[in-house]
């Protein structure tokens, strides 16, 4: 069965770098998404993008936020200047319409 | 934003048990599914089921989304099981963004 896939799967940072987080969704999906879940706390949604652009965003998706989908297989997302409290699991996930959303196994982020 | 509450938050069952769990939203919805995470951290999906009842051996589920509630149930439960199971729900006419709860926080025990 295809999965989404997400590299790598623990980053460790120090406050103030920029990191990359990257995603291979499914290959005929058409919708992908970025969430995150702080450690103990639910899943927060961060980002939507279809057709190469942004179609939806949360108040956590700020400037320091950006993400790409720089090839036909690859998302990514870019966190500029990492700050303490970006640390968490960083979740990918692609889906069609109207058939749900399936989720990589996550980017554990540490942010020191 | 749309709120999604989960019952019970926590539970813990012995291994052979059924269980059944809630999730109650407050506005209409587009989407609706269930994840179970493992104790690895990963979002295992496990039903997309907007309305209606789907199953899937040990597990079904059912939406009845004109009272704004879904079911999960777990029927003759594992210790695999154990993990959390989140609920989210995307609203109607507001993009593509899952909403999650708070999920319910399952220890089934031998």
């Known amino acids: 069965e295809p999965e989404v896939t997400q590299t790598p799967s623990h980053q460790v940072t120090q406050m103030g770098q920029e990191v990359i987080l990257r995603c291979v969704p499914i290959?005929?999906?058409?919708?992908f998404y970025w969430y995150r879940q702080i450690l103990g706390q639910k899943v927060e949604f961060l980002v939507s993008?279809?057709?190469?652009?942004?179609?939806?965003k949360s108040e956590i998706f700020d400037d320091q936020f950006s993400v790409e989908r720089p090839d036909g297989s690859n998302f990514t997302l870019k966190i500029r200047s990492t700050k303490l409290e970006d640390s968490a699991m960083y979740f990918c996930?692609?889906?069609?319409?109207?058939?749900?959303?399936?989720f990589g196994p996550g980017t554990r982020l540490t942010v020191t | 934003g749309i709120q999604v509450e989960q019952s019970p938050p926590d539970l813990i069952l012995q291994e052979g048990a059924n269980s059944t769990l809630r999730c109650n939203f407050s506005?209409?919805?587009?989407?609706l599914q269930w994840f179970h995470q493992n104790p690895w951290g990963q979002l295992i999906n496990l039903f997309y089921i907007p309305s209606g009842t789907k199953q899937n051996g040990r597990l079904s589920a059912t939406t009845v989304a004109t009272e704004r509630y879904s079911l999960l149930y777990i029927s003759s439960s594992q210790t695999t099981d154990s993990g959390v199971y989140f609920c989210a729900v995307e609203h109607l006419n507001s993009g593509y963004a899952l909403n999650f709860g708070k999920g319910t926080s399952l220890l089934v025990t031998p």
């Open positions: 993008f279809y057709n190469n652009e942004i179609s939806e």
């Open positions: 506005d209409s919805v587009n989407n």
């Open positions: 996930a692609s889906s069609e319409m109207f058939r749900g959303q399936y």
């Open positions: 290959s005929n999906h058409l919708y």
